[in-house]
């Protein structure tokens, strides 16, 4: 479904549109133009290339149009059926869309005692005629024009050269008509075609619009959407693309800390298998050499040989036995046993102190650097 985004208060812009099928590059006139993009009745032609004149009496919003609006022409002004004349112009703080130069919408806001119009400052604003305004513009052709003048319409419509400068389609707020100004556009050949609830559309009787504008197949059945919903859309896809970026880092992000876990337990693997092979050497080095030292402490046993030649019966061979143990039990063992054994106690003594210290300093590498490696490698 195609998405059509309007500006206007109440898609003034897309009902115009529906009036200009065949026109790409139009020329518009806006009295009364307020904000170039909040409730803008052109700002949907605007972007679309159209251009034309914005007149606004209020300063500030004209500022605004000047920055925002640099291909229009931009007129601080008010439009009434006398040029060059000063009106009091009543600005409402808290409801600007109200604003206005007649005097019986100034009296009835008065009379509501409301917060919306309780507030307002006045100030003069020089006024000029639809007339001199396109004269002193060099228009030559108008394809629409807005008027939103507060109660201040007849005034707007009634000073213009309606032979000379015919807009083809003329839309014109009708909630406060507080002079009749219809009879000024049904005089000069403008045929209404449509309401819109809060606006009225006339066309040129010369024009042909009226015949190219249909409702039903400009608008029916199309995806409309107001300036703010499209901004928060516009928002909410921003965040959207913003998450799936973050979501891609995270991923990537997770995948190479995957990669990392996947490289550390290898390497844990690793340091583990060595430990291993190293501890079962140690173990096995540590056998040898307390096979070694016990070769040297051993206690050394004396063991005289039996003679058994003359034994020639059972009783004389237990005699020899016994003379054996006897002599066995009264030899001492030698010196040279006594002086082996003496220094196999120190290399014994030394290496469990070697044995003991290699354990402690082994620990502490573990504890001091290895430990920490591993850590600071992880992170």
Request: proline residues 2%; hydrophobic residues 35%; charged residues 30%.
């Amino acid at each position: 479904m195609e998405k059509i985004v309007s500006y206007a208060q109440n898609r003034e812009d897309v009902i115009l549109n529906a009036f200009f099928p065949d026109i790409e590059h139009g020329y518009y006139v806006d009295i009364g133009a307020s904000d170039p993009t909040k409730d803008s009745v052109t700002k949907f032609f605007y972007d679309r290339d159209w251009h034309g004149i914005n007149v606004e009496p209020n300063p500030s919003i004209y500022k605004k149009l000047l920055k925002e609006r640099p291909l229009d022409i931009n007129i601080n002004a008010g439009v009434s059926n006398v040029s060059g004349k000063n009106l009091d112009f009543r600005i409402y703080k808290n409801g600007d869309g109200l604003s206005t130069f007649s005097d019986e919408l100034k009296k009835e806001y008065k009379k509501t005692n409301s917060k919306i119009t309780d507030s307002y400052k006045d100030i003069e604003v020089k006024t000029t005629s639809l007339s001199d305004l396109f004269s002193s513009n060099d228009v030559s052709h108008i394809h629409f024009m807005k008027v939103d003048a507060e109660g201040f319409e007849y005034e707007v419509l009634s000073a213009n050269d309606w032979k000379k400068y015919r807009p083809e389609v003329i839309c014109v707020e009708a909630n406060h008509v507080t002079k009749d100004w219809r009879s000024i556009l049904l005089s000069e050949k403008y045929t209404q075609v449509f309401f819109d609830g809060l606006n009225e559309y006339y066309v040129a009787n010369e024009s042909g619009r009226g015949d190219k504008f249909s409702y039903i197949k400009s608008i029916i059945g199309k995806r409309v959407i107001d300036s703010d919903t499209y901004w928060e859309l516009n928002d909410l896809e921003n965040r959207r693309m913003i998450l799936d970026y973050q979501l891609q880092n995270s991923r990537k992000y997770t995948q190479e800390l995957e990669e990392k876990i996947i490289f550390l337990n290898s390497h844990i693997f690793q340091q583990q298998r060595t430990k291993s092979l190293i501890k079962n050497l140690a173990i096995n080095v540590d056998q040898i050499i307390m096979r070694n030292i016990n070769k040297l402490t051993k206690k050394q046993h004396y063991y005289p040989s039996i003679n058994t030649v003359n034994a020639k019966s059972i009783g004389k061979l237990l005699d020899a036995i016994r003379a054996a143990d006897k002599e066995a039990f009264i030899n001492k063992p030698t010196l040279a046993w006594k002086v082996k054994a003496f220094f196999g106690n120190i290399v014994l003594l030394l290496y469990r102190g070697f044995r003991k210290a290699v354990g402690v300093i082994g620990k502490l590498v573990f504890k001091k650097i290895i430990r920490p490696l591993v850590r600071m490698v992880k992170k």
